[in-house]
DNA sequence: CGCTGATCTTGACTCGTTCCAGAAAAGTGC
DNA sequence: GCACTTTTCTGGAACGAGTCAAGATCAGCG
């Protein structure tokens, strides 16, 4: 939970101008793990009153390709976004409620970023998904029989 | 590359009925492995004549269901499609021009399929991407430096 | 052959996201 | 403080991927 001067730190850190949206915007990332666009929206206006979408969209994508904050799609649901970057952790995923949960690697501190053979690739990311059923939704619905909807 | 004859048995036994649609959708992902709905589209078209979007959405998500297909949708872009189903392999995705291969599992037979932790989550797959640049796109842009545009 | 429910067609529609452009506001370096 | 530049605002409009709904058609069964 950084303070709005960390923020700012982490902002002029990356060359970023300190705007109060994007202060804003890099709070809620910051305070609300793997929300999603329309939230961060919703956050930032409580904090600052009214904001256009534009530039919620704007500071979002210049905090992601600042590695500020890192955009994570999982399937069939809207984009989110995570502040904890740089160090490789993975994610599991709800196929029912679409929830999300942080893991460490499984294999250890330079993880999985080898594949077996890399075909001349130059690999500079692994992203792994656990796709799982989360406790609430495995007691409601137990046998995911069938195809499992996850839209 | 499996005959006509051979898509009709694997539909009838994954009971499904075998329709023109049906049959033309499962073959043009045999044969365009991680083919996109629209591409698959196009091939189902050229074989058919006329096909509505729709039928094919529809086929996928029944072909999907019943595990005849796999479904991948690497963040950014739309979704893919791949008849090699059953091992768990995974696929290098490159950051600048989509294409994607195969690899095998890195780390052995049961590979991934287990987090650190897992929370409580049942989890049934894990999906794995290597983002990386393919040999080609590498050599166009050396340095990927900044925020490489994968949209 | 004829029924019946599964499948396909048609066309409109939602959703999340991006683009546009000009004008206003705000941050930064001097 | 001032000028310069970036960012934000307004309010569109446009986009692609995917979905919905109603009716027509077809596969598979007896």
């Known amino acids: 939970m950084p303070t709005a001067t960390d923020i700012e730190h ?3 850190g990356a ?3 300190v705007t109060r949206p ?8 910051h305070d609300h793990p793997h929300a999603d666009t329309d939230s961060i929206i919703r956050v930032v206006r409580e904090d600052l009153g009214e904001v256009s979408h534009q530039a919620v969209y704007d500071v979002l994508r210049a905090l992601t390709s600042a590695g500020l904050v890192r955009r994570i799609q999982p399937s069939g649901s809207a984009s989110r976004y995570e502040a904890r970057v740089g160090d490789n952790h993975h994610h599991l995923v ?6 999300i949960e942080d893991v460490d690697c499984a294999v250890g501190a330079t993880p ?3 594949p077996s053979e ?4 130059a690999v500079d990311e692994a992203e792994v998904i656990y796709w799982a059923l989360c406790p609430e939704c495995s ?3 137990p046998a995911p029989s069938g195809s499992p909807r996850h839209q």
Not at 24 to 29: H, I, K, P, R, S
Not at 94 to 99: D, E, H, L, N
Not at 118 to 121: K, Q, R, S, T, V
């Open 94 to 99: 709800c196929r029912s409620c679409g929830a």
């Open 118 to 121: 890399d075909l001349g690739f």
């Open 15 to 17: 060359d970023l101008r």
């Open 10 to 12: 982490l902002l002029r």
């Open 139 to 141: 007691a409601r619905e």
């Open 112 to 114: 999985c970023l080898e």
């Open 22 to 29: 994007r202060v804003a915007v890099l709070g809620a990332v």
